[in-house]
């Protein structure tokens, strides 16, 4: 089976059942994208599906053959996306974890909407756990890089 | 030149990771790249200069800082390497963070009770202090001119009166031949110096975890690795009786199956495959003295050691004496436990996200039957820690099952399996006599602290006469540990909510009340800021309400005032929260704003929705979505304000939770009228309903069972049965839609069964609109 992941191509020989999030970290050693719950409710281990946000763990790999997966590793070459930039601007992060199924959700989002409001912004995260509680922070870093 | 203490601290013993470890450097955001990750391992020739274990130059001009305490969220590698770059008069942007592995000659490497900076606070000032004394020396001699007329700055030492200057790097070959300068014969800085500390500085791994970059716990990675989990018993005090695992091993790609103490080890090629075969066992447990255990019986215990407590003072004119209980928790990090380790020839090498990695080793050492020496382990990132990682228990899983299969794992709890597995913050009930006199002024508090777990009790931290503590406690087998500010979770709910409860007895304001509690400067000087800050006792809209509450602990002081609604319906919205903190010395402000941003959201978050509950002896939350935490779009804004007032630094990973809790339950007060003496708050509706009104003469309204425990039917009766369309809404606590449900009729009544199932147990709201007005009844899922 090929799939393309961050503009890469793997011929991969698996089970087309396992779920995308055991391929990316186990087989392919891409860690970025994190296991939280396994269920599909944390959010944490979103990427992107041709530029869609989806949980990895509840996607099993065959679904994503022919089509584009971008991991955090994969959002921007060189760790320049807005997203990122206006992240460390902010001093986001606490323990670091939750961050990149934020990012990439967050990046969704203002490929959308590239003005988002408050309520936008709640709106679009409102599934995501941050056990941390950075989520004024995530907030100010996304209006902050929305901003002209 | 010491050079083996840098190596061996970033040495495999077996080979070299696959993924990133997290070594890395502050940095800048330039158009040309993220930054650059240094990945040192054996194969890396450092010549660098390392005057003490704390810190090296490198021939690269960078600054490497050794941090031994684990980063679990709190931000500790920023702020050493900030400490020790400060005194070193390093460049900022030139400091690398690299993690100590669990070894004596760093002290006690043990991240909790908040004690990092104060501990590590002249330690690492004295070497960055040493390290800059070293490079003048150097400088002086190369050039010929006494000491006194050398100067520092970003990375360079300058000739007063002159024109020359030399990197620190360039200093290395001379000063490697030069005393380090003892400890005792450097100056440190005074405060009004400092570049870097007091100001806020950006988290020195921020690049890395928004690139995806860091290793955490259960990111590491090596060629030929297998990945484990294990079944546990789920009953408390229970164990294995028997099992078959021939399902389990005919799955392709599962390596092994092995019975340890602590449960069955399933090992495979990838994290599905060894879920798999889990799934595939066959087990029969038994279940143990406790098979039967709720939390209620633990709770009814509790209440059966409550003892009549002596009289208050003859002063005293009205007294209070009451019950509060609070419930376990789970820590619920992130990231679940997970352990990389590999065994081979009697050595141990372990990769984990630890708080406490000389526990690590020691257990690991014991549990494999080898000696210390030849176990070793590294520290990573942590996914969160909150006290979790204070236990070494899947540290130590990890270890035996690389032994027992020989192949280098790395094991993990799923989520339920972390939950069920945690050593939880203790149950606890307390059980209060407190009293006032003539002017309102208390005149004894009397508490008594009743715990599975151990529960200390905790002084008033205001002024306050005859003051008696009693603790008890009973073990029903539930494991416990510490948990982000660990006896103060529980007392100061209950002390502030206490003074908050005599505030109103005497009829006086709850803030000016504090107030008049206390002559300690720094205490009533966070009290006034936060009430100037929230505006305390100007008026509010109609179902608002303000609480206040205040702690003293870690060396520092803080404050808290919460706002609060409650709308007609019952929905409470948390309006905003105000922070005043005093740290004595603020190391660095932006963490400090995040730290109290996330202790904040945790005393939210657990005070509204968390509670760990016990049925037929097993834990029975599983993950977020019966364990909750608040989304963004439930969070309050936080107007914090960091305070300078001393020349010391405080502890401040944990000082920002303990007074949130009481401040949102007696803005609750202040709202409502009602008073929350048992968490979580979501068990009790906060709407006063009126039987009376109920049976309004539009709409009767009821639910049976009630409390329920998942299936609840509701009928309502009302004047007008011809509409066939009457239809119901349920809320939770925060007024979030939860689902919706058609009523039928038949003539007379329209009714309905509702399923919680899959929903967390707490107070839920039915809403109807009927003949243009809103009806709201507050119905509760019990555990
Ligand atoms: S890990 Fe996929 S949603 Fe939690
Ligand atoms: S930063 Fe730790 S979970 Fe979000």
Redesign the interface.
């Known amino acids: 089976m090929k799939i393309l992941v961050n503009k890469k191509e793997y011929n991969l020989n698996i089970d087309p059942d396992?779920?995308l999030l055991?391929v990316l970290?186990?087989?392919l050693?891409?860690?970025?994208?994190?296991?939280?719950?396994?269920?599909g409710?944390?959010k944490?281990c979103t990427v992107l599906i041709d530029g869609v946000p989806e949980q990895s763990c509840v996607v099993p790999v065959s679904y994503v053959e022919n089509k584009e997966i971008t991991?955090?590793?994969g959002?921007?070459a060189?760790?320049?996306h807005p997203?990122?930039?206006a992240?460390?601007?902010k001093?986001?992060?606490?323990?670091?974890?939750?961050?990149?199924g934020f990012?990439l959700q967050a990046a969704y989002l203002i490929s959308k909407n590239p003005k988002p409001s408050l309520d936008d912004?709640?709106?679009a995260?409102?599934?995501?756990?941050?056990?941390?509680?950075?989520?004024?922070?995530?907030?100010e870093a996304i209006l902050f890089a929305t901003k002209e | 030149m010491d050079e083996k203490v840098f190596l061996s601290r970033r040495r495999f013993i077996f080979g070299t990771a696959?993924?990133l470890t997290g070594v890395v450097s502050g940095f800048i955001?330039s158009?040309?790249?993220?930054?650059e990750l240094i990945i040192l391992d054996e194969k890396e020739k450092v010549l660098g200069l390392t005057p003490s274990i704390w810190v090296e130059i490198t021939k690269e001009n960078k600054v490497v800082v050794t941090v031994a305490r684990s980063?679990?969220?709190?931000?500790v590698r920023t702020t050493f390497a900030m400490i020790v770059a400060e005194e070193l008069d390093a460049d900022w942007n030139l400091v690398v963070a690299v993690n100590a592995e669990a070894d004596s000659k760093y002290g006690n490497q043990a991240t909790g009770g908040s004690t990092s900076v104060r501990n590590f606070w002249t330690t690492l000032r004295s070497a960055g202090a040493q390290a800059r004394q070293l490079l003048i020396n150097a400088a002086s001699q190369i050039w010929g001119i006494p000491a006194e007329n050398c100067y520092t700055s970003n990375s360079f030492v300058y000739e007063r009166n002159g024109t020359r200057k030399l990197a620190y790097a360039e200093l290395i070959d001379k000063a490697v031949q030069l005393p380090v300068p003892p400890a005792n014969s450097v100056k440190l800085k005074s405060v009004s110096d400092f570049k870097i500390l007091g100001k806020?500085?950006?988290?020195i791994?921020?690049?890395f975890?928004?690139?995806?970059?860091?290793?955490?716990g259960?990111?590491y990675?090596v060629e030929g690795m297998k990945?484990a989990v294990i079944l546990r018993c789920p009953y408390i005090g229970g164990s294995l009786s028997s099992y078959d695992d021939t399902e389990a091993k005919k799955i392709k790609g599962v390596v092994g199956v092995y019975r340890l103490s602590e449960g069955i080890a399933v090992v495979a090629?990838?994290?599905?495959l060894a879920l798999k075969g889990r799934d595939a066992l066959k087990v029969n447990w038994n279940r143990g003295p406790n098979a039967n255990l709720t939390t209620d019986q633990i709770f009814d215990k509790f209440r059966s050691l409550v003892e009549t407590f002596p009289n208050l003072s003859n002063e005293t004119v009205k007294e209070i004496e009451t019950i509060y209980e609070v419930p376990f928790l789970a820590h619920?990090?992130?990231?679940?436990m997970s352990a990389f380790a590999n065994y081979k020839e009697g050595k141990c090498e372990i990769w984990a996200g630890t708080q406490n990695p000389q526990n690590a080793r020691t257990t690991v050492a014991s549990a494999l039957g080898i000696s210390e020496n030849n176990v070793k382990v590294n520290v990573l990132?942590?996914?969160?820690?909150f006290g979790r990682r204070l236990n070494s228990d899947f540290v130590v899983i990890a270890a035996k099952i690389a032994k027992a299969s020989g192949f280098p794992v790395l094991f993990?709890y799923?989520?339920a399996d972390d939950i069920k597995n945690d050593y939880f913050r203790p149950a606890s009930l307390h059980s209060i006599k407190a009293g006032i006199n003539a002017n309102g002024k208390p005149t004894g508090f009397f508490h008594r602290v009743i715990s599975q777990g151990d529960v200390s009790y905790v002084n008033p931290h205001y002024s306050l006469p005859d003051v008696r503590n009693y603790t008890a406690s009973h073990s029903f087998g539930v494991r416990t540990g510490p948990w982000r500010s660990v006896d103060y979770t529980q007392n100061i709910f209950v002390i502030e909510s206490v003074i908050d409860e005599l505030a109103h007895l005497a009829g006086k304001d709850p803030f000016q009340y504090r107030m008049d509690l206390t002559n300690d400067a720094k205490l009533k000087n966070v009290l006034r800021k936060v009430a100037e800050n929230s505006k305390w006792g100007t008026e509010l809209p109609k179902g608002w309400g303000r609480g206040i509450s205040s702690f003293v602990g870690y060396g520092a002081y803080i404050a808290h005032v919460v706002e609060v609604s409650v709308s007609k319906e019952g929905f409470l919205k948390i309006q905003k929260i105000y922070a005043v903190v005093d740290p004595g010395f603020p190391v660095n402000p932006?963490?400090i704003k995040?730290?109290i941003?996330?202790?904040?959201?945790?005393g939210l978050?657990t005070a509204l929705n968390s509670e760990i509950t016990i049925q037929n002896g097993q834990i029975q939350q599983s993950?977020?979505?019966n364990f909750r935490?608040?989304?963004?779009?439930e969070?309050p804004?936080?107007d914090i304000e960091i305070l300078t007032t001393s020349d010391r630094p405080s502890g401040m990973g944990e000082v920002g939770f303990p007074s949130v809790t009481p401040a949102l339950c007696n803005a609750i007060f202040d709202a409502t009228g009602i008073r929350i003496r048992r968490l979580p708050i979501g068990k009790t509706p906060l709407l006063k309903v009126d039987e009376k009104e109920n049976k309004s003469k539009d709409l009767e309204f009821n639910a049976y069972p009630n409390p329920f425990e998942t299936k609840v039917t509701i009928n309502i009766k009302t004047n007008d049965n011809k509409s066939s369309n009457l239809s119901v809404r349920i809320f939770d606590i925060l007024g979030k839609l939860v689902f919706e449900s058609k009523l039928s009729s038949d003539g007379t009544s329209y009714h309905t069964q509702l399923d919680f199932e899959n929903l967390p147990s707490s107070v839920y709201y039915v809403v109807c609109e009927f003949n243009n007005q809103l009806h709201s009844f507050p119905i509760l899922k019990k555990n």
């Open positions: 396992m779920p055991w970290r186990d087989i050693y891409l860690t970025g994208t994190k296991y939280g719950c396994g269920i409710v944390c944490t991991t955090i590793e959002l921007s060189d760790g320049n997203l990122q930039k992240w460390f601007e001093s986001v992060s606490q323990c670091g974890y939750c961050q990149p990012i912004i709640n709106r995260l409102s599934e995501h756990i941050c056990r941390c509680g950075t989520y004024s922070k995530i907030r | 696959l993924t955001f158009d040309k790249a993220l930054a980063e679990i969220g709190q931000g806020p500085q950006k988290n791994d921020e690049p975890f928004v690139t995806g970059k860091v290793t955490f259960s990111d990675r990945y090629d990838n994290s599905w619920s990090t992130m990231e679940p990132h942590s996914g969160g820690g993990f799923t989520k932006e963490n995040n730290q941003m996330g202790a904040g959201i945790d978050s993950g977020f979505h935490w608040l989304r963004i779009d969070v804004e936080f």
